[in-house]
């Protein structure tokens, strides 16, 4: 389990707390080392200068000066052999439960040695340990909370930037770089910018084709309804009944395309009633075929555009006609309605990214303009309700309308 969440405001706190700790220890250790050695060098050269005095001014009735003596059977080893040759040396003794600074020289034949207790340099040392910890301390808690506050302040634009680009996504005309402000001038600024600049350039191309697919809808429907009235006026026969098929598919297609490049504008709005949901999927189901099963798990009323909802039962019913596999079924459990068939499924394109138009995602699914399911999902939309596509263990499409009670 982690202690903390992995967000960008407890990694610089982390960091920055991180990095004060480290300098106060380095600090610490610094200060710490030079003031061992500097008490303990000004201890030596008291030491020495006292056995200097000692030697050049000799106590009265035979006692040396500052409690010296001479041949001191508690002389450290290594004091009396680096002595040996008339030398003069100091040492610290810190074998035993007190430390001792040594002082001793070599002189006719004899060792002169002086010592005097170290606790108080060692209690000096001490407090200053205990006064660089809570200084190290209070630096570290103040570098933990100057981190906080600095990693929190960049979250808070990042966060806001993020919900800025959401809106934008969603179709919201919003600006990243309104949402954060334009003060201080950082990289969260300029990542705004950026994404403002990529957002206009994004939506007018997206105007540009939304523009250019209506104006050939509505362009090929004068022609189109030429083409249906002049079919209409062929003599019976096959290849009337030919012509007339296709003329009617082609009409179909203009149609759809203007319907899509209407619901791209994001300016279509339902005009929602009452409606009891079990009542109208069977009387839409029926519309479609009569070979459509209705199952009422639970009933519900639903606050919706019943146009609009109709438009995307008759397109998730009719793609699971022309691309599935019989028996189609339409399941009202609540506010949920499920269209299932027993078909090919769904391709794992659909499954991963939503349906796209003109494209039908594999041949097992039949031909198609890939249209109606753009449609549905689009019509959904504008009623606030979700879609989802998915394949059924056993064997064929499962498309699941999500509506709002409200």
Known sequence: MKLFPATLRWRFSAVVTLVTLAAAVA??????????STQLDQARRLQDDR??????????????????????????PPLAEAVKGGNRATYLDDSGPTHEIWAAVETKGHVLSLRSSYEDQRQAL???DRVLFIGS?????????????????LARRLRKAAAAASRVAAGDPARVRDAIGERPRDEAADLA????????????????????????????????TGLVTAAELLPPGRPAELVRDRVGALRTLVEDILEVARLDTATEQAEPSEVELGEFVRR????????VDVVVTADTVVHTDPRRLD??????????????????????????????DHGPGFPEEILREGPSRFRTGSSDRGGGHGLGLTIAVAQA??????????????????????????
Do not use: W
């Open 284 to 291: 839409a189901a029926g519309a479609v075929s009569s070979e």
């Open 27 to 36: 600090l610490s250790l610094v200060v710490h080392s030079a003031f061992a």
């Open 51 to 76: 056995i200097q005095v000692i030697m050049s001014a000799p106590g009265e009735s035979g006692q040396a000066l500052f409690g010296s003596h001479l041949d001191d059977p508690d002389l450290p």
């Open 311 to 340: 438009r995307v039962l008759a397109n998730l019913l009719l793609n699971a006609r022309r691309h599935g596999a019989p028996p189609v079924t339409v399941e009202v459990d609540g506010p949920r309605i499920r269209v299932s």
């Open 126 to 128: 001490a407090s200053l």
């Open 137 to 153: 301390a209070v630096v570290v808690a103040c570098g933990a909370l100057l981190g906080i506050f600095l990693g929190a302040r």
């Open 193 to 224: 910018q950026a994404v403002d600049a990529m957002a206009d350039a994004l939506q007018d191309r997206l105007v540009a084709e939304r523009r250019v697919t209506g104006d050939i809808a509505h362009e090929l429907r004068t022609p189109v």
């Open 381 to 406: 939309r504008v009623l606030g309700a979700t879609i989802d596509f998915a394949n059924a263990d056993s064997g064929g499409a499962v498309v699941t309308v999500h509506l709002p009670r409200e």
